[in-house]
């Protein structure tokens, strides 16, 4: 769960966030609330103080109740495309990094995606955003 949200959701909703895209600012607070409501039986004291910080707070978490599954929210069509991009990610930056390519080296590529019908990546970059880190961008476009 943990890896899911900060190593990979984080870091694809980055750009949006940038934009300042109340949308994506909205989804990772209440990702947060829930990740926290879930964590809280295991480490109270931890996540009670995160939730404090939180600015959609109301009472403390030992107080909320356990979060459920709505099943509605469901789209294995949309998983199975994010774990696609995931895999293409972590092979992009392995590849990367077996012919050396330093951070900010630009790279276009032209990769058709079979995962993904009718699209292909067009342009493929790992550069530094100042104050913002490091960011691996990829633009996939429709064919």
């Known amino acids: 769960m943990w890896d899911d949200f900060c190593d990979w959701y984080l870091e694809i909703a ?11 600012s909205a989804i ?3 990702l947060l609330e829930r990740t926290l ?3 809280h039986p295991l ?33 294995e069509q949309a998983e199975a495309e994010v774990e696609r991009g995931i895999e ?14 330093k951070p900010g080296d630009r790279v276009d590529l032209m990769v058709p995606l079979a995962g993904f ?14 104050d913002k880190g490091m960011m691996a961008v990829l633009e996939v476009r429709a064919a």
């Not at 109301?58 to 107080?63: E, F, I, K, W, Y």
């Open 43 to 75: 480490m109270p004291f931890v996540t009670e103080e995160i939730w404090s910080f939180h600015p959609a707070r109301q009472g403390h978490l030992a107080v909320h109740s356990f979060p459920e599954a709505d099943e509605s929210l469901f789209d």
């Open 28 to 30: 990772l607070l209440r």
């Open 88 to 101: 293409l990610t972590r092979r992009l930056r392995a590849w990367r990094d077996m012919v050396n390519l």
């Open 14 to 24: 980055k750009p949006r966030l940038y934009e300042g895209e109340a949308e994506a």
């Open 117 to 130: 019908p009718g699209r292909t990546v067009y342009h493929c970059h790992i550069s530094e955003h100042g």
């Open 37 to 39: 409501a879930l964590l």
